[in-house]
């Protein structure tokens, strides 16, 4: 079977408040009703969190439709390890804050519940002090309105303890104005175990099944302090069941983890093409490493954001268990693999 389908604080402990109080305290500096493009923002309510925390918050929308067009972090990576903007049906809680890192030791002094409570999807990713990212003109991300989205929830990875409140939070730059072009960031992540003192490949690919034609414009990589090398790549397979590879892109996520173009703008993908990711990770650690959620894990993340002229997927995470349990050459039955 070739690849698999898209499947899918330390703190006194914030009072309990209803969303209604949430959203008066975000739209005091953020308001969703401009015609024209303007900036607005979701910040953190003053958390003072724990070492390898992960905190959200949310911000309901308007009944007015609106799209997301820019976005800029409101921190530096000596405060936040990285930040997550997810569009919700519903939120994972109603809470003002919550704790939504579901791998982790609980922080009994708050709620905790998943990110999105139903219908999640990853509109923009951030770390180590990558610059703002601006959406091709007449690009944008459909919510509000009749959308899915009827919500945005920030989720922010604190590596280390703080002692005094934080604000952490996302600038957005948004429009009432209909975009032609609807955006969407489909995520490539894998599962596994990095083996002590070796260097080792984890690899995840899934098929295209949507009727969907999708044009990736940005790529995004995520490891922690292991990660060498993250390539995310295209592949056709032709008539005589001989495999074609084109790289969307590739990059050291020592960088700065920031949006950078593809390689080749005119690329598409279409229904039936394979999508894959690799990360190279090299473990110098007299331990095993396993993928997590916490600083001392690693994670392996490929993000492709993209443009569509109609729908874009509904389900845009592809996932694999990770070395040793998956390659591309065996479970995904891939030839001609580039090095």
Wanted: glycine share 8%; hydrophobic share 35%; charged share 25%.
């Amino acid at each position: 079977m070739r690849g698999s389908s898209l499947q899918s604080c330390r703190s006194p402990a914030p009072p309990k408040m209803p969303r209604r109080l949430h959203l008066f305290l975000a739209i005091s500096i953020a308001t969703w009703h401009f015609s024209d493009a303007t900036t607005s923002q979701i910040r953190m309510p003053g958390v003072v969190p724990e070492a390898d925390s992960y905190l959200c918050t949310s911000l309901e929308l308007s009944d007015q439709e609106n799209y997301l067009t820019g976005f800029k972090a409101l921190t530096t990576k000596g405060t936040a390890h990285h930040i997550l903007l997810f569009g919700c049906e519903e939120p994972g809680s109603d809470e003002l804050v919550w704790d939504c890192g579901e791998m982790n030791k609980p922080n009994d002094e708050m709620p905790r519940a998943p990110t999105c409570g139903s219908k999640p999807a990853i509109l923009y990713a951030w770390a180590l002090d990558a610059p703002p990212l601006e959406l091709p003109k007449d690009v944008g991300f459909q919510v509000g309105g009749y959308s899915n989205i009827r919500h945005l929830v920030m989720q922010v990875h604190y590596m280390h303890s703080k002692e005094e409140p934080d604000e952490t939070g996302l600038e957005i730059t948004h429009t009432e104005e209909p975009q032609p072009k609807l955006a969407a960031t489909m995520l490539l992540v894998t599962g596994g175990t990095l083996p002590a003192n070796k260097t080792e490949s984890f690899e995840t690919a899934c098929m295209i099944e949507e009727d969907v034609v999708m044009h990736p414009f940005a790529y995004r990589t995520h490891t922690h302090r292991h990660g060498k090398e993250v390539s995310g790549w295209l592949v056709k397979e032709d008539q005589s069941q001989e495999d074609h590879w084109k790289l969307i892109g590739r990059r050291d996520p020592q960088l700065p983890q920031m949006f950078v173009p593809v390689e080749d703008g005119s690329m598409t993908i279409q229904q039936g093409d394979m999508v894959t990711a690799r990360c190279v990770m090299a473990n110098n650690e007299d331990r095993d490493i396993p993928m997590g959620a916490t600083g001392e894990d690693e994670m392996c993340n490929f993000y492709v954001m993209y443009w569509t002229d109609g729908e874009v997927m509904r389900d845009n995470t592809c996932y694999s268990p990770g070395a040793p349990d998956y390659r591309w050459g065996r479970e995904a039955a891939l030839n001609h693999i580039p090095k």
